[in-house]
């Protein structure tokens, strides 16, 4: 790429990078209206979320001159607001029974399990696992990468086995019907 070195834009993409969860989590609801043949609430949403966006970009990158990292945190921030009023619209719209699953769903267990895997999966936990491990010779990138994917992963489980997420138990299941099936 001409005009920008390769750790500049490492840094930048790490930026937006560490952000992602809360970009994943609108979209997880986002296609759950879609499911729900929805597509009104989303594209309302979506009006908001671009409007905070466009607020915490100015704000963040140029008031505040933090640059690219302001531009991330500005993207961040824009959809932790939509993915609360997309949730909200769902807790809303959920009647009796059904509205306290949509609770427990998206309860505070998880909200903890996502902190502490956003955590032991981040890059300074990769780069601390590279550093001691470049020397027998792969590349300290590749390294990182494969150490922050590996204790996300693996710290992500453990919070669901202690915190009693059930989510993690159907998607084992689904998984396991469709190995058994085509076997």
Partial sequence: ??????????HILAGFGDRSAVLLAFQLMTRTLYAMHDSRTPALV????????????L??????????????????????FGS???????AA???GRRR?????????RQLLAAVVTAAAASRRLGALWASRWTSIGPSPALVQVTASVAAGVLVFLACALIFGIHEVDEVKEALL??????A
């Fill in 59 to 80: 704000l963040l990158a140029f008031a505040w001159h933090r640059g690219v990292t302001g531009l991330a945190l500005g993207h961040a921030v824009s959809y932790v």
């Fill in 46 to 57: 979506n009006i908001g979320v671009a409007v905070v966006n466009i607020a915490a970009d």
């Fill in 1 to 10: 790429m001409r005009g920008v070195e390769l750790p500049v834009l490492a």
């Fill in 84 to 90: 609360a009023l997309l949730f909200v619209d769902r």
């Fill in 100 to 108: 306290t699953q949509v609770g427990t769903t998206m309860s505070p």
């Fill in 93 to 95: 719209a959920a009647p």
């Fill in 177 to 182: 019907g469709r190995l058994r099936r085509g």
